[in-house]
């Protein structure tokens, strides 16, 4: 725009007539945002007549000269016609203004004059809230109606609100004194903005909102860590109240018990004043060393909100013997710094890494983390969960290591798996009803990941050859059951007094009238079989020369089975009694009935007749048809003929007790194997520093015990 329209436009902008005003104030907020026509404006001498619309103005005039002005200090202009008549016009108008348009250019005036650095003017006061503080004394309810902004429909005016107590809560951190800044955090809390913020976090207008939800997240840590490096100090009148509170509130006894040497304490001081809260020793200032004032407050916060709980559960703890007592203060102290570790307070956030994420909605899910605003609750939550795992455990003092690190599991897998719009009650509830023994289960899998982390590329080389040996032995295994035979029921008679259908009684009562014994030949190369009227017994099964039928394995092209093979694909089971093998119809028992109903069928090429000219038939025009069903009565048998048949083939077995076995014989080689390293493999050329005797006699040592199978005691004492 030349120098003509600009003229032009400051001349309209004095204009009488309304109307053309505010069209000039329409036409300037878009063309503001250009430096160069912005120092083009102020030469024009344009500034003052914009001030005096953003203070005289009213309707649209004013929403476009507010924008205009805002636009202005965004390029770092008109600093010096930001006066305190204007700020409070502003203040003003964010209190008591309905019109939207208004209030977002009003916001944005009063987002750049608090968040503007405080070198640039030698005005004391004139930037920062400071700056704010004389219109907040006139309209006290600012903070209060800039809250309520939080919860409106306009996506934009919630972002520029947010945007204002985020600069606010910036300006009162770095600037304010230690004594100023806690009090106007606590205010803005008291009047809702951590409940408004999570509401708006969870929200599906995420997007037009993320910059300053991401800031007020990073604030939030930001003042987490603020807490956490204040040092408890008994001289600082708000710290001995909070510990005097944390006393009266465990509800003292109003005599001392007589102390540990027998001598009884005096009416001043208890012997375990401290000590029964859970603290280490009488002197608990130095304990929140590590967490600060931030411990203070997690832990004043939970008995203050369950008071009478409290008192149960200390005199609960009183009851038990001094190993077995919960440390209460310290598993608060433990549950804090585990929720400082999990959302990394103290990690350095940069904008660029924090705005990646926002091209998806993937990244929008994993930047956001709801649950921070929701600290004291997830504190309460976690400590209760601490507690309950201590009792749950038969847990003593010296194991509260061990109970910490199942609630820092408990919660990486509850809290950081919570996706974004979970409710925390939802998150309280599981912490609440976590299982103690699937903790452990997970427990394990980190440690495993753990050792692979450190050995993965060695010890997946080790897994991959011990897999091959296990599937080797148990090929053999399988192929020798084979070769010893079996017996199969052949055909199924029912009672002859039932007529009609037969019932459910006749199909229990089912014997074989005729059984079948299938052996595979020396050479593994034929499968004989021959059908008895009644089965001999183990150490008498019939000899290869009394089996007149067989099958030339070469010939064979498939086995198959209706036993179901899904379980071979989950996880081992730590019962042995798991069933592993299913019919289509029913589990396969002992003989019982419907064993029958598992069959292995051999499908293969029909038997070449003796002509030399049927001989030469190749495959492809041979017939194929069933050369023989097998119905193996239990699950064993199953699961040793199919699999054995399959990889006499060279296939790969079916069934899940194959490869549990496989798995377990791989489990048990890696064990051996590691425990065949050897101090001298690892250290070569130093000499191990052995392990004292003092107090034993007699020869020493550790080996595999016969009745329980475990790592025993043998020989002299330990």
């Known amino acids: 725009m030349d120098n003509t329209n600009i003229s032009e436009l400051v001349e309209r902008l004095s204009s009488d007539e309304d109307s053309v005003r505010k069209m000039a104030a329409f036409k300037l907020q878009s063309a503001i945002g250009d430096p160069s026509f912005a120092d083009a404006f102020i030469h024009q001498g344009g500034l003052p007549k914009l001030r005096f619309l953003a203070l005289h103005a009213n309707g649209n005039t004013l929403a476009y000269s507010l924008t205009s002005f805002s636009r202005l200090l965004e390029l770092d202009i008109g600093w010096d016609h930001v006066t305190q008549d204007l700020i409070e016009r502003v203040v003003e108008l964010v209190v008591t203004h309905p019109l939207v348009n208004i209030l977002r250019g009003a916001m944005s005036i009063l987002v750049a004059v608090v968040s503007h650095p405080h070198n640039r003017t030698s005005q004391p006061g004139a930037f920062g809230f400071r700056a704010l503080k004389p219109a907040v004394a006139v309209h006290p309810q600012f903070l209060e109606m800039l809250v309520s902004r939080l919860s409106s429909a306009d996506h934009a005016l919630c972002a520029n609100a947010l945007q204002l107590i985020n600069a606010l809560m910036r300006d009162a951190i770095t600037s304010d004194a230690d004594t100023e800044w806690p009090k106007f955090i606590k205010r803005l809390q008291d009047l809702g903005v951590i409940k408004a913020v999570y509401v708006l976090m969870q929200s599906t207008a995420l997007q037009d909102l993320a910059h300053p939800i991401l800031e007020f997240q990073s604030l939030t840590k930001t003042l987490l860590r603020k807490w956490r490096d204040v040092r408890i100090d008994l001289d600082k009148p708000e710290h001995r109240r909070a510990l005097k509170g944390l006393h009266l509130a465990s509800n003292p006894p109003s005599k001392p018990p007589v102390s540990r040497d027998g001598v009884a304490g005096s009416a001043k001081h208890h012997p375990e004043k401290w000590r029964r809260l859970g603290f280490e020793t009488e ?195 399988r192929i020798r059951c084979l070769l010893s035979g079996a017996w199969f029921p052949h055909a199924l008679s029912y009672p002859s007094s039932e007529t009609g259908p037969i019932s459910k009684a006749a199909l229990a009562r089912t014997v074989p009238s005729i059984w079948r014994f299938v052996r595979l030949s020396h050479n593994r190369r034929y499968l004989h079989f021959a059908d008895f009227d009644a089965r001999t017994e183990e150490d008498e099964s019939p000899a290869l020369e009394s089996l007149p039928n067989k099958i030339d394995l070469s010939t064979v092209v498939s086995v198959a089975s209706n036993i179901s093979t899904d379980a071979a694909a989950s996880a081992p089971s730590s019962s042995g009694s798991d069933s592993t093998i299913r019919t289509g119809t029913a589990a396969a028992g002992n003989n019982g009935p419907g064993a029958a109903h598992t069959k292995i069928t051999i499908t293969g090429y029909e038997p070449s007749s003796s002509s030399s000219s049927s001989s030469k038939t190749p495959d492809s025009q041979r017939r194929e048809m069933t050369l023989l069903e097998l119905h193996p009565p239990t699950q064993t048998l199953a699961a040793e003929w199919l699999d054995g048949l399959l990889m006499l083939l060279n296939q790969q077995p079916l069934t899940a007790d194959t490869a549990k076995l496989i798995r377990m014989i791989e ?34 040592w550790y080996a595999l015990g016969e009745e329980d199978e475990g790592i025993g005691e043998r020989g002299g004492g330990v």
Request: aromatic share 8%; glycine share 6%.
């Open 283 to 477: 002197s608990p200032a130095w304990e929140f060393e590590e967490t600060g004032f931030l411990g203070m407050m997690d832990l004043t916060d939970f008995v203050r909100k369950n008071e009478d709980g409290f008192q149960k559960l200390l005199l609960e703890q009183s009851t038990k013997p001094a190993e077995q007592r919960c440390p209460i203060a310290k598993a608060s102290l433990a549950v804090t710094g585990i929720l400082h570790e999990h959302f990394e307070i103290d990690k350095p956030e940069s904008d660029e890494g924090r705005y990646a994420m926002l091209e998806s909605k993937t990244g929008l899910d994993r930047a956001f983390k709801p649950l921070l605003l929701q600290w004291s609750r997830l504190h309460t939550s976690g400590l209760n969960a601490f507690l309950r795992l201590w009792k749950a455990t038969g847990a003593e003092v010296e194991d509260f290591e061990k109970v910490e690190e199942l609630v820092r599991i408990l919660v990486e897998q509850v809290v950081g798996q919570a996706p974004r719009t979970r409710d925390v009650q939802d998150v309280e509830d599981e912490l609440a009803d976590f299982e103690y023994r699937k903790l452990r289960d997970l427990q394990m899998e980190l440690l495993e990941l753990t050792y692979e982390d450190a050995w993965g590329h060695h010890l997946q080389q080790l897994r991959d050859e011990l897999h091959h040996e296990a599937q080797q032995f148990i090929r053999e295994q």
């Open 667 to 700: 489990g048990y080689g890696l064990k051996i194997r590691l425990l065949n390293v050897r101090f001298e493999d690892l250290r070569a050329g130093e000499e191990p520093e052995l392990p004292g005797r003092e107090g034993t006699e007699g020869p020493f």
